[in-house]
């Protein structure tokens, strides 16, 4: 993702308030710059506390990602932003491209988080059963899914370090930019947060190829009984959250696709 400039939430303070103080926003006054600016807070907040505890609550991320995005298109609307990004094709190429890397960031994020859902359910079957070639296959899915969603939240963390706007910036270009750097620190905890909630199984899974390499060894009698276990139920659990994720990852999707073609419609009018 191409964005402008560096370092962390000082960098931010400090940058707005350079725009604040030198150029005043013609739309400061508009309930939707409010709006957008408690969002981005609200947003950042968030990131801050689920890096902080680590309590998986992506979900509610993906929500309020969501919301802040929603408010973004409104402030896109405005006649005083659309002119801002006109009057400046360098940033509104860089937001441009900022734009495409989150879509395509959450456009591999689907993909990944159905990955995890369907290994925790060959997980599950295979658990139930004994079956040791199953367990073990779907581990290597899910280490595979892991892996993906850790790649995209290193993505969403160097997008963020770098999303901060230049105080040469505009107003409008730098709350642009602000809710992009908001949107990949939330993505960032979001996605490592899903890379990490899988349970730990195991002991389940020791004890399963053990039983399998015993039946074998024809030390235990062949069963295809299925055995309930605790495992199974958090696995279960575990579909289910993912199941919840994947709603609110399309309608983040969806937001910035949308976000997308706003700017697009602002390119075309130049």
Not at 5 to 28: D, V, W
Not at 155 to 168: D, F, L, N, V, Y
Not at 190 to 199: D, G, K, V, Y
Request: proline residues 4%; glycine residues 8%; hydrophobic residues 45%.
């Amino acid at each position: 993702m191409h964005f402008t400039l560096g370092g962390g939430t000082a960098g931010k303070s400090k940058a707005a308030h350079a725009r604040s103080a030198s150029e005043p926003c013609h739309c400061q006054c508009h309930h939707v710059h409010t709006r957008l600016d408690a969002g981005i807070r609200a947003l950042g907040a968030w990131s801050a506390s689920a890096t902080c505890s680590g309590v998986n609550d992506g979900p509610s991320g993906l929500a309020r990602v969501e919301a802040v995005l929603a408010v973004l298109g409104e402030f896109l609307a405005l006649p005083q932003a659309a002119a801002a990004l006109r009057n400046d094709t360098a940033a509104y190429d860089r937001i441009l491209d900022g734009s495409l890397a989150l879509a395509d960031a959450y456009g591999s994020f689907e993909p990944a988080l159905l990955a995890l859902k369907q290994s925790a359910a060959e997980l599950r079957a295979g658990v139930r059963r004994g079956d040791g070639a199953v367990v073990a296959a779907s581990l290597r899915a899910r280490k595979r899914a892991e892996k993906e969603l850790c790649h995209l939240a290193a993505a969403m963390g160097h997008a963020s370090r770098h999303a901060i706007p230049s105080p040469a910036d505009g107003e409008v270009i730098g709350v642009v930019a602000e809710v992009a750097a908001a949107t990949a620190s939330a993505s960032e905890a979001i996605f490592l947060r899903c890379a990490a909630m899988s349970p730990d199984v195991s002991a389940v899974v020791h004890a399963v190829s053990s039983k399998a390499w015993l039946e074998r060894l024809r030390v235990l009698p062949t069963t295809k009984k299925a055995v309930p276990l605790p495992e199974t139920a958090a696995l279960e659990r575990l579909e289910g959250r993912i199941r919840e994720l994947e709603n609110g990852s399309e309608g983040v999707f969806r937001s910035l696709l949308q976000t997308r073609v706003s700017l697009l419609n602002i390119h075309n009018t130049l």
